[in-house]
């Protein structure tokens, strides 16, 4: 079992990455974005449709082999997240996929954040002969065991865990990835259970499972690790490629968040942001906890639909989007969004109304999955993905169907409750003049966060001299970051600012912008006061 990071030690089988590999992770990190340009596909955005019709819903690519090749047009096409998951493929594979992330990011003017999404603890099939699939015919019977061998065995599915039939009762249900296939128990044979197929379907290597009684999910704690040595072992890898987010599968409590966040802590590595993945009856339990105590969540819809019955998704999707915004925490929406299109270049009309409701309920991003990893139409399902986010944020506009963000007020301290305030006002004042654009500068991303919780008209651009903070601000609602030198003074910093985008044919004369000044740049030492500001200015 591993020793938790909060405990005072390093799990016992990490080996600390040697000083070269410390040099080389540092090098890609102070590497990864040019100073002083918006990412080409802001910027093309931006000289195409103008100020109000930039896309402000971000775009995740989980990057697989039906992609690799692809990065650069996924990229082009708007990819803002490049998520490796490392639950499939090896080491080699992984470095080539990330490697090409930070070239395009190096090379060629993208600024595309990099997210690791670990494996976790979870019960799942190990093994069923090799094949791509095998078909589960009805009344077939199926062995389900823990026990391992070299040869193939008909009928017989291998389990990763050895007491994967604990508290299991005959005349339960064993569903398969939520319901791909159904068996009920007939027999217990010591720990390995003997099933009838109810429900015909296809069987996928490493396919979940589920028990299900009355109607109601089989709840078991097996005191499995919510990172598991493979996952540690990951982890450290993806530091030394470079990551900027890491995706935490089957977070439990809050304290699987604090323990991963006191590791990266120990080691300087607090820019590495953690997006709790909510996917299980135990994290809806302790969703405000693991929200607050997280960078950001992802809302894995495919294994959440295994735990929980499916009419409840679409209400328990709402419900974890609004408590984000409200908890001022970054929140992608994933899995089976555009899931035909693994299969078909086009998609259903059942899905592309899912991608509208995701974007009309303002989460910051939406991810395809097995969609663009394994799928025969990666740059059309992106495509797609796109244009309907497109669509419904015009038609949101439109029909000013704006939702404005409940008054819930996050912070204690008194500077913390001004800088809610600023922007709060900042964005009702951008509205109703109807400026082009907010400009906000800021070290760390705060002020954009504050921002972009408030879902504004116009596009927020947040400069920045952080390149870390560049990459985190790249999964918030409707904000552009730029990486400039930023100084203290704020006349200096919006005529440096507004210099650069006349170069680059982005802003023209006559332009109104909203300004926003963090109090972390405009500070003198030692004051007591806080000095934050909003103005109104017109591009001369």
């Excluded at 990099?114 to 019960?123: A, K």
């Excluded at 802590?265 to 909510?278: N, P, Q, V, Y």
């Excluded at 499916?310 to 908890?327: F, H, S």
């Excluded at 709060?424 to 500068?441: G, H, R, S």
């Amino acid at each position: 079992m591993a020793t938790s990071a909060a405990t005072g030690s390093l799990p016992s089988y990490l080996v600390p990455p040697s000083a070269s590999r410390r040099r080389r992770a540092n090098r890609i990190r102070a590497s990864t974005s040019v100073e002083g340009v918006m990412d080409v596909v802001s910027e093309a955005e931006l000289r195409e449709k103008g100020f109000m019709g930039m896309r402000k819903t971000k775009l995740v690519c989980t990057v697989g082999p039906a992609c690799l090749d692809t990065l650069p047009a996924l990229a082009r096409g708007g990819m803002g997240v490049a998520r490796v998951n490392l639950c499939h493929g090896g080491r080699d594979w992984h470095r080539a996929a990330m490697s090409e992330v930070r070239r395009l990011n190096e090379e060629e003017g993208f600024c595309v954040t990099l997210m690791v999404d670990t494996e976790g603890s979870q019960l799942l099939v190990a093994d069923h002969g090799g094949a791509a699939s095998v078909k589960a015919e009805d009344c077939s019977e199926w062995l389900f065991t823990s026990k391992k061998t070299d040869k193939a065995r008909p009928l017989t599915m291998q389990v990763n865990f050895d007491k994967f039939s604990e508290g299991i009762l005959v005349g339960d249900e064993l569903l398969i990835d939520g319901g791909m296939a159904t068996f009920e128990v007939t027999e217990k044979i010591g720990n390995d259970l003997r099933c009838k197929c109810t429900d015909p379907g296809l069987l996928l290597p490493r396919a979940k499972l589920s028990f299900w009684r009355d109607g109601k999910l089989v709840e078991r704690n097996f005191g499995l690790p919510t990172l598991s040595a493979k996952d540690w072992a990951d982890i450290e890898f993806g530091i030394t490629e470079g990551i900027d987010c890491i995706a935490l599968s089957f977070v439990k409590d809050a304290n699987d968040i604090k323990d991963l966040k006191t590791y990266l802590s120990r080691k300087s590595l607090d820019h590495i942001k953690i997006f709790a993945k909510i996917e299980s009856l135990e994290s809806l339990k302790n969703l405000k906890d693991i929200i607050e105590a997280s960078d950001g969540v992802m809302v894995a819809r495919g294994d959440l639909g295994v735990q929980v019955p499916l009419e409840q998704i679409p209400a328990i999707q709402e419900a974890i989007v609004e408590l984000c915004r409200k908890l001022n925490k970054p929140v992608i929406v994933a899995s089976q969004l555009l899931e035909s299109m693994v299969e078909y270049p086009t998609p259903t009309r059942a899905e592309v109304a899912d991608v509208s409701e995701a974007v009309r309920q303002y989460a910051d991003a939406i991810m395809l999955s097995a969609e663009s990893a394994i799928g025969s139409y990666p740059e059309k399902a992106l495509s797609v993905l796109r244009a309907t986010s497109e669509r419904m944020e015009s038609w949101s506009r439109e029909e000013n169907m704006q939702r404005l963000l409940p008054r819930h007020q996050l912070a204690i301290a008194l500077p913390d409750r001004i800088s809610e305030q600023i922007c709060t006002c900042a964005v009702e004042m951008a509205n109703n003049l109807a400026v082009d654009a907010i400009f906000v500068y800021t070290k760390h991303g705060h002020m954009a966060s504050l921002l972009s919780r408030n879902r504004p008209n116009p596009p927020i651009f947040a400069f920045t001299d952080n390149v870390n903070s560049r990459k985190s601000m790249n999964l918030y609602w409707g904000v552009i970051p730029l990486q400039i030198q930023l100084s203290n003074s704020m006349d200096d910093n919006f005529n440096n600012t507004i210099k650069l985008m006349k170069s680059k044919g982005s802003v023209k004369t006559g332009d109104s912008v909203l300004v926003v000044a963090d109090s972390d740049l405009n500070q003198p030492c030692g004051a007591t006061s806080v000095y934050q500001s909003i103005q109104v200015r017109l591009v001369d």
